[in-house]
């Protein structure tokens, strides 16, 4: 499944809640399903800076294609990025260095988060971008 589709499907997961507690409750289930990072990759390295809570991502190329482990040690921060990684994951460089992440104002993710996490959100984001401009490079 492509980048766009995946979106559209977590837009359409959340237009099935009536409130933002509901909303919540969903991302901290999608954070108990996060594809969890091996412990050697909790480095200061993975880190993402830009985040209040501590966020480890890490991102290995399997058949030219990126695939994505992580942890946070807060409950929320772990929902937002299983999210992103369920939308990045698996995917070509390419496609996620160009992907756009509107899905993300369409679901009111950003306008629902203290302006810490949202920040983190925008840090998550270019990280695992970065990752991709990285592995893209690689493959050239």
């Known amino acids: 499944m492509g980048i766009k589709e995946i979106q559209e499907q977590i837009v359409d997961e959340f237009s099935m809640f009536d409130d933002w507690m509901q909303r919540y409750e969903y991302m901290i289930e999608l954070g108990k399903s996060l594809p969890m990072i091996e412990e050697q990759y909790k480095t ?14 890490h991102a290995e190329l399997q058949d030219d294609k990126l695939v994505f482990t992580a942890d946070s040690d807060a409950i929320i921060t772990k929902g937002i990025i299983a999210i992103l990684i369920r939308v ?9 260095m160009e992907a756009d992440t ?9 306008e629902h988060l203290s302006p810490t996490r949202a920040n983190g959100l925008v840090s998550m984001i270019k990280q695992l ?11 050239s």
Do not use: H, R
């Open 129 to 139: 971008k970065m990752y991709a401009i990285a592995y893209q490079t690689q493959l």
């Open 88 to 96: 990045f994951s698996n995917q070509k460089p390419k496609d996620i």
């Open 44 to 57: 200061e390295d993975n880190i993402i800076k830009g985040c209040q809570s501590k966020v480890w991502v």
């Open 102 to 110: 509107q899905f993300i104002d369409e679901i009111g993710l950003k």
